[in-house]
């Protein structure tokens, strides 16, 4: 029979209770470092933009004063970049994943495809500017149109919503597929009728978190070329426009105080559509989500 040294191993559960506790502390520090950052920063972004928000602030073009300049144009324009962003992004990464996980065969190649998705949702949004620049603005010829803004954010959550997609559907359980087989279901009345409906609420919550990401982006349209001012309201997915990132990116670089205060306004509006969005992915994933 072994030897068990009592006090050795009452030195080691001593050793690692003290890492346990030295390590907790330094995690905790670091939230509460964050959080307190983050509340230094929405204390100082809700009081320097408390005063312009008002109804005139929502209808009203932008000015080169202050006190006057309003965000109009910037949120329809970024309401018709969602319009075309949310069905071509999700149309495309959904249709990918359904092809990925339920068509494709299992080698190396799907396996290197996957690996470049996963990859591709990392890279900085300013080289999908480059990208929508090469191809839609010029080549295309789309110009400084929503239509070319909105597909060159697609390109930018795309990857997201089909990652999100594809561990919605792979959480699906392989029974209900073979149920469904065995009832005399074609595939894609499986998928139509069984996958689909299972993994809805994972793929909408991934797409929605990945469209409150496009709205807030700026990099991509700098490059392309949105302006920053206009004084009209788009018409159609051809027309010029611009979003509320950039009016807010523009009213930031600007040397007057007040316009300042102005984009702090504009950031509220902001924050507000974001936690609106990412409050509708929180409340479909814990009202719909199933559990296997």
């Known amino acids: ?6 006090e050795e191993v009452a030195a080691k559960t001593k050793t690692r209770l003290t890492k346990n506790t030295l390590l907790k502390g330094v995690f905790a520090a670091a939230t509460g470092f964050g959080l307190i950052v983050l509340a230094i920063l929405l204390y100082r972004i809700v009081t320097q933009g408390s005063d312009y928000l008002s109804f005139e602030f929502f209808t009203s073009f932008a000015s080169r004063i202050p006190e006057n ?12 970049l969602m319009l075309v962003v949310a069905p071509v992004s999700m149309f495309l ?35 999908f500017g480059l990208l929508g620049l090469t191809i839609f603005v ?37 029974e209900l597929r073979e149920a469904s087989f065995a009832m005399g279901a074609t595939r894609w009345q499986t998928i139509l009728r069984v996958v689909l409906p299972a993994s809805i609420p994972g793929i909408l919550t991934g797409s929605i978190l990945a469209l409150s990401r496009a709205i807030g982006e700026t990099a991509p349209l700098v490059v392309i070329g949105i302006p920053t ?43 507000g559509l974001l936690i609106i969005m990412n409050s509708i992915a929180v409340f479909i994933r814990n009202k719909y989500q199933k559990r296997y």
């Open 1 to 6: 029979m072994k030897y068990v040294n009592h």
């Open 138 to 174: 010029r080549y295309f010829d789309l110009g400084i149109s929503i239509l070319a803004a909105g597909l060159t954010m697609s390109l930018l959550i795309l990857p997201i919503i089909i990652v999100a997609s594809q561990e919605a559907i792979r959480a699906v359980p392989n």
């Open 69 to 80: 300049s309003g965000i109009k144009a910037a949120i329809l324009g970024s309401v018709y």
């Open 229 to 271: 001012i206009l004084m009209f309201t788009p018409d159609g997915i051809m027309s010029t426009f611009t979003a509320l990132p950039m009016q807010i990116f523009d009213w930031t670089k600007r040397p007057q105080v007040e316009f300042h205060d102005v984009a702090a306004a504009g950031i509220i509006v902001l924050m």
């Open 93 to 127: 990464g959904v249709g990918t994943a359904i092809y990925l996980e339920e068509y494709a065969k299992r080698n190396r190649f799907t396996n290197f495809i996957k690996v470049n998705i996963s990859n591709l949702a990392g890279v900085p949004s300013v080289v």
